[in-house]
């Protein structure tokens, strides 16, 4: 009897020291992102098994000596041990390419890029949220080199004349709502954001303010660290929505395919290809909505274990697709977000890979 005891209290204590070494997060080095873009930087960190944590902007200049847009310094530094899955905080090198002037009237964008910088999707939401203006309420789709949008929280007859603008366009508006940068109901403070991207955070304008300025770096087209395209690579039976850029983020979060196959219940049916929700409960590090440079989305006709994608990307999740209904065994269609235009890629060829590349 005391035997069995022994025995079992042995077997109980060892299942406890399994159990308890089990839950232990194993620890990963951090590696060295200085120098890099931030998703050339999350590439690096995702294949450590660590995530891209907080970004903080300081503003560039030549004693720097590493590059424009590039991390300069990280959190915790290259070299430390940590748990695998923890986030990474980078400070990035930006030079200010947009100012802000505003008092509790009047706000003005300046834009200082070089090059036309797009209003879509930008815009000013006070901190607490109850106030936001849209910066394509100007009337111009973009702003030139020099050009400035003015809005006024009161009425006014012409445009104000404000140091460093070209062009001006303007408007009024009596909406609370949108006086997003004005003190207003106790605000402090005002967000300047990007397709949802908070560039700056800038102090809301008191009542009689003294202008105030304030200035972000906002990336125009040409230093956009997002793909203009949308790139696809697959086979009869494998499927690879894949980013092969060196330094830029492919957003996904838009990207849906139609799928036109005969034995669809309804064709033209979509697949929001960066939904997470598709790829299972992965507690991953990478972001399947935004695929840092060398991943890669990986969908197979029906179950394929050990599937190899059809070009060389780091595969970060993988679906499979009924095979009755896989959406590239006919030709699809993906909807652009720049211009809102559907476009076609062909049906797989048998034994042939087959690349489409459309614009995001």
Same mark, same amino acid.
């Given at each position: 009897?005391?035997? @069995?005891?022994? &025995?079992?209290?042995?077997?109980?204590?060892?299942?406890?020291?399994?159990?308890?070494?089990?839950?232990?997060?194993?620890?990963?080095?951090?590696?060295?992102?200085? %120098?890099? !873009?931030? #998703? *050339?930087?999350? &590439?690096?960190?995702?294949?450590?098994?660590?995530?891209? %944590?907080?970004?903080?902007?300081?503003?560039?200049?030549?004693?720097?000596?590493?590059?424009? +847009?590039?991390?300069?310094?990280? *959190?915790?530094?290259?070299?430390?041990?940590?748990?695998?899955? *923890?986030?990474?905080?980078?400070?990035?090198?930006?030079?200010?390419?947009?100012?802000?002037?505003?008092?509790? +009237?009047?706000?003005?964008?300046?834009?200082? $890029? /070089?090059?036309?910088?797009?209003?879509? /999707?930008?815009?000013?939401? !006070?901190?607490?949220?109850?106030?936001?203006?849209?910066?394509?309420?100007?009337?111009?789709?973009?702003?030139?080199?020099?050009?400035? %949008?003015?809005?006024?929280?009161?009425?006014? /007859?012409?445009?104000?004349?404000?140091?460093?603008?070209?062009?001006?366009?303007?408007?009024? $508006?009596?909406?609370?709502? =949108?006086? *997003?940068? $004005?003190?207003?109901?106790?605000? &402090?403070?005002?967000?300047?954001?990007?397709?949802?991207?908070?560039?700056?955070?800038?102090?809301?304008?008191?009542?009689?303010?003294?202008?105030?300025?304030?200035?972000?770096?906002?990336?125009?087209?040409?230093?956009?660290?997002?793909?203009?395209?949308? @790139?696809?690579?697959?086979?009869?039976?494998?499927?690879?929505?894949? +980013?092969?850029?060196?330094?830029?983020?492919?957003?996904?979060?838009?990207?849906?395919? @139609?799928?036109?196959?005969?034995?669809?219940?309804?064709?033209?049916?979509?697949?929001?290809? /960066?939904?997470?929700?598709?790829?299972?409960?992965?507690?991953?590090?990478? =972001?399947?909505?935004?695929?840092?440079?060398? =991943?890669?989305?990986?969908?197979?006709?029906?179950?394929?274990?050990?599937?190899? #994608?059809?070009?060389?990307?780091?595969?970060?999740?993988?679906?499979?697709?009924?095979?009755?209904?896989?959406?590239?065994?006919? #030709?699809?269609?993906? =909807?652009?977000?720049?211009?809102?235009?559907?476009?076609?890629?062909?049906?797989?060829?048998?034994?042939?890979? $087959?690349?489409?590349?459309?614009?995001?």
């Amino acid at each position: 009897m005391r035997a @069995y005891r022994f &025995t079992l209290y042995t077997l109980v204590g060892l299942a406890l020291a399994v159990s308890s070494a089990a839950a232990q997060t194993p620890a990963v080095a951090v590696p060295d992102v200085t %120098g890099l !873009s931030v #998703p *050339a930087a999350a &590439t690096r960190l995702h294949e450590a098994g660590l995530r891209l %944590g907080a970004i903080e902007s300081v503003r560039w200049e030549e004693a720097s000596g590493l590059p424009v +847009n590039t991390v300069s310094q990280q *959190a915790p530094t290259a070299g430390e041990s940590v748990d695998a899955g *923890a986030a990474i905080g980078l400070t990035v090198l930006r030079t200010p390419n947009v100012a802000l002037v505003y008092d509790d +009237n009047d706000l003005t964008l300046i834009n200082q $890029t /070089g090059g036309n910088l797009p209003l879509a /999707g930008i815009s000013l939401s !006070s901190s607490d949220g109850a106030a936001l203006f849209r910066a394509d309420r100007w009337p111009v789709a973009g702003l030139g080199p020099g050009d400035c %949008g003015q809005v006024w929280s009161v009425p006014r /007859g012409d445009a104000k004349d404000v140091e460093g603008c070209g062009s001006i366009f303007w408007l009024t $508006t009596s909406n609370n709502a =949108e006086h *997003a940068w $004005t003190a207003l109901n106790n605000v &402090t403070a005002f967000n300047l954001a990007q397709n949802g991207v908070v560039r700056t955070t800038c102090p809301a304008a008191p009542a009689n303010s003294e202008p105030i300025r304030c200035e972000a770096y906002v990336p125009a087209p040409d230093q956009a660290e997002e793909t203009a395209f949308v @790139y696809f690579a697959y086979t009869d039976d494998r499927f690879v929505v894949a +980013n092969p850029s060196a330094d830029q983020w492919m957003p996904l979060n838009a990207a849906t395919v @139609y799928n036109f196959n005969p034995n669809m219940s309804v064709p033209g049916a979509g697949v929001p290809l /960066g939904d997470p929700s598709l790829y299972g409960a992965a507690d991953r590090v990478e =972001e399947v909505s935004r695929l840092a440079p060398g =991943e890669c989305l990986l969908l197979t006709r029906g179950q394929l274990d050990a599937a190899t #994608p059809p070009i060389p990307c780091r595969v970060i999740a993988q679906l499979s697709i009924d095979p009755t209904v896989i959406f590239w065994a006919a #030709p699809f269609e993906m =909807e652009s977000v720049s211009d809102g235009v559907r476009r076609a890629c062909p049906a797989s060829t048998p034994g042939k890979p $087959t690349l489409c590349i459309l614009p995001r």
